[in-house]
Structures are given as C-alpha cells and as structure tokens.
C-alpha cells in the first residue's frame, strides 16, 4: 500500500471554550475525530496515524486499536504536528492523505477523488479547496493568471484584496512523501500566529515549478471546520438531516425531520414511525413497525419489532417484539423485556427480567425483580428492594396477579399463579398456587356520619 494518512489533532481548539480537546466534541452521538477516522478507513487507507496532545490521553483512546498516535507535545502549529510523524513514516515512501480532526462531515468519496486526481497529476501536493459564501476563518487560496495554485494564505495574514478571495483551504491535503519532512522542518513560523503553517509546504512547492494540484468541492458543507460552538451546532444539525434522509430512504417514517434526533450509529427497522421531539441516542437499535414517540428518548436500547413507546425514557434495556411503553415510563438500565410486555403510565423499571406477556400498567416500582410470564402487577405496586444499605431481589413466578398497592419487600418469592391481596405489604415467601393477604380487617362504624359532631349546622 502507497498510501498513509495523518490525522492533525493535538490542538486544543480554545475558540471551543472547554475542558474537552476540540475533536472529542460529539457530533450526532459521535466525536469529531472519529468521523474522520472513518472518512479515511471508508477511502481504502490503511495505515493511519494520528497527532495528539492537548488532552493526548483522552484522544489517544477514542482511536485506540484503529489509529498509530505520535504524540506533539507543544502546539506550534499544523506543519509542526505533521512533523511529528516522521519517525514513524521513515519507512514510507508513498502519497500521505493529511486530515484535520475538526472537519467531521468529510465523507469517503471525496477522499477518494482527492486522492486520484493527486495520483493521476503526479503533483507534489493536492489541495482539497471549497468556494465559500463567507470564507472568514479559513486560509485563501490563491491562484495566477492561468488559474494555478501558488500560494494558502491565512485569513490573518491576507491582504485586504486576498481577503476577497472566496476559494478556501479545507486543511485537506495529499502529498508525495518524498522530501516532504525535510521540507517541513526548514519552515519559519514568521506569520501573523508565530505558528508553522503547514500551508507553506503549498507555496515552496509552486515557487519550484513543482505543480499544485486542487480539486474543489462542489459542496462545501462537507468541509466545514468546526472552531467554535456555533459551528458545531451548524455541522449538528446537517448531520441529523443527513441521518435522516438515510432513514427515510431506507423505509422509515419521520413525522417531523426538524423534530428527531438519531444519532448516526443508530439502526431502524422499515416501517417504523418516529413521532415528533424523540431523541434515539447511542447504539440503539429498532426493529420494523414499530412507533416511536412522541417525547420518547431511547439510550442504547434494542427494541424488537411492532413494539410502541410514547413519552417515556428507555436506557440501556431490551424490549422484544410487540412491547408497549408508556405513556410516562422510565425504563433504567439494564431491563429485559420478553415479547408483548406493557409497562404504562408512570411506572419505573429498573435491572428487572419481565417474561412474555406480563404488565406493569400502572403507577409502580420494580428494580431487581425476575418476572415469569403473563403476570399482571396492579396499580401502585412497589417492589421494596433496598433497605438503605442492599438492594434485594424480587422473584414472581409465571401466572401470578399481584393487587394494587402490593408492597413486595425484597428479598422476596411469589409462587406461580399465586395472588396477593390489594394493598398488603409481603415480607415472607409466597408458595405457588395460594392468597396472600396482609391487611387488618375492614371495620365499620354505622350512622357515623349523622352522629352530632359531624352534623354541619
Ligand atoms: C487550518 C489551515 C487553514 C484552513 C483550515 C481549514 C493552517 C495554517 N491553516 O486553519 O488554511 O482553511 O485549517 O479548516 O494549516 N493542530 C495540531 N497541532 C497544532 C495546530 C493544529 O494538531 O499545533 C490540528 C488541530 O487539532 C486541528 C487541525 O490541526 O484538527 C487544524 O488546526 P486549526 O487550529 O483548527 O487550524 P485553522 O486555524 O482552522
Ligand atoms: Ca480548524
């Protein structure tokens, strides 16, 4: 393989304004950097290297197994950090593909093209450029007479007829590797920033003879470079549309695209309906006809098919097929759920298995608990599994009916097809096939009402 990659991505990015290294930021549920990552490993590369720093722990993780790291200890600049490489590409002599971590919407088809126009050129240096509306922030390219690339220039370095220029640097680049280091470390950082623009390398090459490759991007929003908060609001939201396109291209209804948020590792299943102001996050995952909202936030769920969930949140369970959530539910991590289960209307479940068919309809509590199948639990049952210090677990066997307003003090065991009386609080064991009633019997007091002291008048 000719070809390396390097992945600029040791700045702090201070315009960020924040205690995690730019790239870490998310976008739809992923980091910056790992989109790009993925840009690369979709374009064919397979050795990649990534340059970190500030925060070089952290970001040295987020591609742990998929990217060498080469660490830059101070930030002097873009050229300095891809200097940083050179010990490891001392092998290489091939065309290096040059990223930036901050430039997440790149998308592998672009590289792609990059890289064969680099290669079928046989320039020293290709440029990937955009035609901006507003090019503030980004550095110029500028062109002769004929139309070649001879210099980058940076926004705060431009005069003010450069500034004009609309063609702008993405920080995208292919290289021929071959003297490109020596190249690098002959820099001066004597620019408006004091830094070593790796932008030069474009202007030594063109004053040579050596030609400049460019291809421009027909649309630039693939190439944005997220520097503030703003922006990456910006690049937020074209990702959602463009997760949601993908979606409803693949079969799935969308009733308000302004309105859901998936975040991009997310699957669903054809026919599936997504209500308005649902947020699907994480590795979830959703089978077919299922209708999703509205006000439903999943969190690394896995949910079968025809399952519905309205106003309710599930985090880190799984719901099999034909379930039925909510409305106002809290499904807490580490749920089960079998096939045709319905928890309802402001119930909370929490570390529980819940077999076929059971129903936690209303008003209840269950952590801890394993659930047989077609057990129903009244309304406003409680499992009682912690006592301040332990939590217990609650056993309910197949078939049993639990009455409203059972409190189930943990650890405890209802035997199959038992019944508990409404409103009993249940501390011991409950044998298979029998009544449980805990609850002092009804008095009644007769004419209680017409007694003087409650007379009105
Ligand atoms: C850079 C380009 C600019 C281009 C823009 C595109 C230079 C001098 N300028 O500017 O022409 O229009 O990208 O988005 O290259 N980094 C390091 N170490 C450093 C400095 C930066 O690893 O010492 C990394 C950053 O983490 C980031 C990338 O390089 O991922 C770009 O750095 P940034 O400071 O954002 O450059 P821009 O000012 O945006
Ligand atoms: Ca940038």
């Known amino acids: 393989m000719d070809l390396a990659t390097v992945i600029l991505a040791a700045g702090k990015g201070t315009r960020m304004k924040s205690k995690l290294p730019k790239v870490l930021h998310h976008v739809c549920g992923s980091s910056m950097l790992s989109y790009v990552l993925d840009a690369a490993l979709g374009a064919g590369v397979s050795r990649i290297i990534v340059v970190v720093g500030c925060g070089a722990e952290q970001v040295a993780h987020e591609v742990a197994g998929r990217a060498q790291i080469v660490h830059q200890a101070e930030q002097l600049g873009t050229a300095h950090a891809l200097l940083q490489a050179a010990p490891s590409l001392s092998d290489f002599n091939g065309q290096l593909l040059v990223l930036c971590g901050d430039t997440p919407l790149i998308e592998s088809g672009t590289l792609v093209e990059l890289i064969q126009s680099h290669r079928s050129t046989g320039a020293a240096a290709t440029v990937l450029t955009a035609s901006l509306e507003d090019p503030s922030g980004y550095g110029r390219v500028v062109r002769d007479n004929q139309g070649s690339v001879v210099k980058i220039i940076e926004q705060k370095d431009a005069s ?8 702008v640097n993405t920080g995208i680049y292919c290289f021929k590797t071959e003297g490109l280091f020596a190249d690098l470390s002959g ?3 004597n ?28 649309d630039p929003l693939e190439v944005k470079g997220i520097n503030d908060r703003v922006q990456l609001a910006e690049a937020e939201g074209y990702m959602r ?12 209804t969308v009733l308000d695209p302004r309105r859901a948020f998936v975040d991009r590792k997310v699957q669903v299943g054809r026919d599936t309906i997504i209500y308005p102001d649902t947020i699907i996050e994480g590795d979830t995952v959703i089978g077919e006809d ?9 969190v690394n769920a896995v949910v079968g098919n025809g399952v519905s969930i309205q106003y309710s949140v599930v985090s880190e369970s799984s719901l099999e097929d034909g379930c039925s959530i909510g409305p106002f539910s809290h499904l807490r991590p580490g749920n089960s759920l ?23 309809s209303h008003l209840s509590y269950v952590g801890d608990a394993t659930i047989g199948k077609d057990v129903n639990i009244g309304a406003g049952t409680i499992t009682c599994n912690y006592d301040g ?3 217990y677990p609650t056993r309910i066997d197949d078939g049993v009916f639990i009455g409203s307003n059972t409190n189930l003090v943990a650890p405890v065991k209802i035997g199959a097809g038992s019944v508990t009386g409404a409103g009993s609080t249940i501390t011991k064991d409950v044998p298979a096939g029998s009544l449980a009633v805990e609850r ?12 003087d002291k409650h007379k009105k008048d």
Not at 160 to 167: A, G, L, N, S
Not at 290 to 298: E, F, S, T, Y
Not at 440 to 451: A, D, E, L, N, V
């Open 160 to 167: 003010p007829e450069e500034q004009q220029i609309r063609e």
């Open 187 to 189: 820099l001066a950082a």
């Open 191 to 218: 620019n408006a920033q004091g830094e070593y623009y790796l932008t030069d390398i474009i202007e030594i090459n063109a004053r040579r003879g050596k030609g400049i490759g460019a291809v421009t991007l027909a």
């Open 241 to 252: 549309g463009r997760i949601l396109r993908d979606l409803m291209f693949s079969g799935v």
């Open 290 to 298: 299922c209708i999703i909202g509205p006000g439903v936030r999943l």
């Open 338 to 360: 079998g096939r045709q289960v319905k928890i309802g209307n402001f119930s909370e479940v929490k570390q529980s298995v819940v077999g076929d068919g059971s129903k936690v």
């Open 389 to 391: 210090r332990n939590k």
């Open 440 to 451: 002092s019997k009804q008095k009644i007091i007769p004419g209680w009402s017409s007694r």
